[in-house]
């Protein structure tokens, strides 16, 4: 069975990839697990103009993370594990950012456009992109070369949009409601945008890929050989 194993939101922190020709700046990657439900945003006019997302959630670069297609980010404790054998380090549930920790499904090789229901009747959210590895990831979990071995692992963990608003809680049952049939899955959207541009093409099969995905393989496509 798929489930939520934590719901993670984050407290604007000082973001710890310090650049000495820039202002200090403010980073929500270090989101914490909540003991109650907490309700996802769907987009459109809302409180505060903050778009979707998880109400209490912090994000510090708007520019770059958050939005519509990004609103929620989820990673599976089963990677997380993987990653505590390989690191030889505790990982715990919101370390990697992420906003719903899971069980049982496997959010890298999810398709693009997949869509689940989190709870009985809880929101809908749809798989859109992968999650690229930054500067603040690096720095944060204080990996020297983590961006390389993060990229090498194919492990990325998905961003979903949210279609309809609900309530998530730790525990919560994970519904597949619906796979598109092609085959474009989360990891296969990751190598196409880090390590092989070869497989850019095949992203167009996908109809819910992010914009900011969509408009990159098409530049990326109309570049002379």
């Known amino acids: 069975m798929s489930n939520v194993l934590s719901v993670n939101v984050a407290e604007l922190r000082d973001n710890p990839d310090v650049r000495p020709d820039a202002p200090p700046r403010s980073t929500g990657i270090d989101k914490i697990p909540v003991d ?5 945003r769907a987009p459109g006019p809302n409180k505060g103009g903050l778009g979707s997302g998880l109400v209490g959630d912090n994000i510090g670069n708007r520019r770059l993370h958050g939005g519509d297609d ?10 997380l594990d993987d990653w505590q054998h390989r690191l030889d380090r505790p990982l715990r549930n919101g370390v990697f950012g992420e906003n719903l920790t899971t069980s049982g499904i496997d959010v890298s090789n999810s398709r693009i456009g997949e869509r689940w229901r989190v709870g009985s009747d809880g929101p809908l959210l749809e798989v859109t992109a992968p999650r690229t590895p930054c500067r603040t990831f690096a720095a944060f979990l204080e990996i020297k070369g983590w961006i390389k071995t993060f990229t090498a692992a194919g492990k990325p963990g998905a961003y979903l949009r949210v279609l309809e608003p609900g ?4 525990g919560d049952p994970i519904t597949v409601e619906h796979r598109p049939d092609h085959d474009v899955t989360i990891a296969l959207v990751f190598r196409a945008r ?19 995905l969509k408009a990159y393989a098409a530049k990326k496509l109309s570049q002379p050989a």
């Open 167 to 170: 309530t998530v809680a730790p």
């Open 70 to 79: 990004q609103a929620v980010y989820v990673y599976a404790r089963e990677d």
């Open 36 to 40: 109650h439900p907490v309700h996802v």
């Open 194 to 212: 880090m390590t092989d541009p070869t497989l850019l093409p095949r992203l167009l099969d996908a109809d819910a890929l992010s914009a900011e």
